[in-house]
C-alpha cells in the first residue's frame, strides 16, 4: 500500500523557517508529480504548491510564492518543503499528496491526487 | 475566496440523498478533470471521485460524479451518519497552471 510520511511541522516565530518532508514508500516515487497542500485550523484545503516528477516543473500559490520552495530526492523517495519568512497565516495542517498527470501539446496538469499522507502540523506564533 | 465555488453546509436525514455542487469556470473545470475528497473530522483527504464520475476502489456506488460545462456535482444516496464530513471539489486551472479547490460543503446527517 503507498504510504507518504511527512514531517518537520513544529512551532516556528513569524519571520522564520522550517523544512517539511514527505517520505514516500511503496511505489515508484520518481514516475509521480507530488504536491503540498495545507488546512488552517477550521478552514478548507488550500493547494501550496507542485513539482513534476523530473523536477522540470513546478509551480506556487500566490500566497507562498517567493517564500516557499518545493523540492525532491528522487533517490531517497522524499519530498521537501523549504518554508521561509513564515507568517502567522502559513498555520495549518501541511499534507503532501501524489498526483496523477495529463501531459498534451499544451503542457502538463494534474488530474487528481490520489493518495495523502497524515499531515504535520506548522504552528507560527510569537 | 475559492475560485471553485461549494454551498458550504448540506443536511439530510439517514437513508435519504443528497448533492453537492461545485461551480468554476472555463479555465477549470470547463476544460480539466473534476475529483471530489473526503475529509472525515480529523482526518486526511481521501480521493471520492476523480475524471468527473469514475470511484476508486472501495468507494461504494452510493456515491456518484456527474460534470456539464463548467459545474459539477456530487450525489450521495442512502445517507449514513459516517457520511458526515467535509467534500471538496478540486481540479486544474489552465490558465494558472495551478491546482485548486473548491471553499468545502460540511455534510451533516440528521
Known amino acids: 500500500q503507498v504510504q507518504l510520511v511527512e514531517s518537520g511541522g513544529g512551532v516556528v516565530q513569524p519571520g522564520k523557517s522550517l523544512r517539511l518532508s514527505c517520505a514516500a514508500s511503496?511505489?515508484?516515487?520518481?514516475?509521480?508529480?507530488m504536491h503540498w497542500v495545507r488546512q488552517a485550523p477550521g478552514k478548507g484545503l488550500e493547494w501550496v504548491a507542485l513539482?513534476?516528477?523530473?523536477?522540470?516543473?513546478?509551480n506556487y500559490a500566490d500566497s507562498v510564492k517567493g517564500r516557499f520552495t518545493i523540492s525532491r530526492d528522487n533517490s531517497k523517495t522524499t519530498l521537501y518543503l523549504e518554508m521561509n519568512s513564515l507568517r502567522v497565516e502559513d498555520t495549518g495542517v501541511y499534507y503532501c499528496?501524489?498526483?496523477?498527470?495529463?501531459?498534451?501539446?499544451?503542457?502538463?496538469?494534474?488530474?487528481?491526487?490520489?493518495?495523502w499522507g497524515q499531515g504535520t502540523l506548522v504552528t507560527v506564533s510569537s | 475566496q475559492s475560485v471553485l465555488t461549494q454551498p458550504p453546509s448540506v443536511s439530510a436525514a439517514p437513508g435519504q440523498k443528497v448533492t453537492i455542487s461545485c461551480s468554476g469556470s472555463?479555465?477549470?473545470?470547463?476544460?480539466?478533470?473534476l475529483s471530489w475528497y473526503q475529509q472525515l473530522p480529523g482526518t486526511a483527504p481521501k480521493l471520492l471521485i476523480y475524471?468527473?464520475?469514475k470511484r476508486p476502489s472501495g468507494i461504494p456506488d452510493r456515491f456518484s460524479g456527474s460534470k456539464s460545462g463548467t459545474s459539477a456535482t456530487l450525489g450521495i444516496t442512502g445517507l449514513q451518519t459516517g457520511d458526515e464530513a467535509d467534500y471538496y471539489c478540486?481540479?486544474?486551472?489552465?490558465?494558472?497552471?495551478?491546482?485548486?479547490f473548491g471553499g468545502g460543503t460540511k455534510l451533516t446527517v440528521l
Open positions: 511503496k511505489f515508484t516515487f520518481s514516475s509521480y508529480d
Open positions: 499528496a501524489r498526483a496523477l498527470r495529463d501531459c498534451g501539446g499544451g503542457g502538463c496538469s494534474t488530474r487528481h491526487f490520489d493518495y
Open positions: 513539482i513534476s516528477y523530473d523536477e522540470r516543473r513546478s
Open positions: 475524471e468527473n464520475n
Open positions: 478540486g481540479t486544474w486551472d489552465s490558465s494558472l497552471s495551478t491546482w485548486m
Open positions: 472555463s479555465s477549470n473545470i470547463g476544460n480539466n478533470y
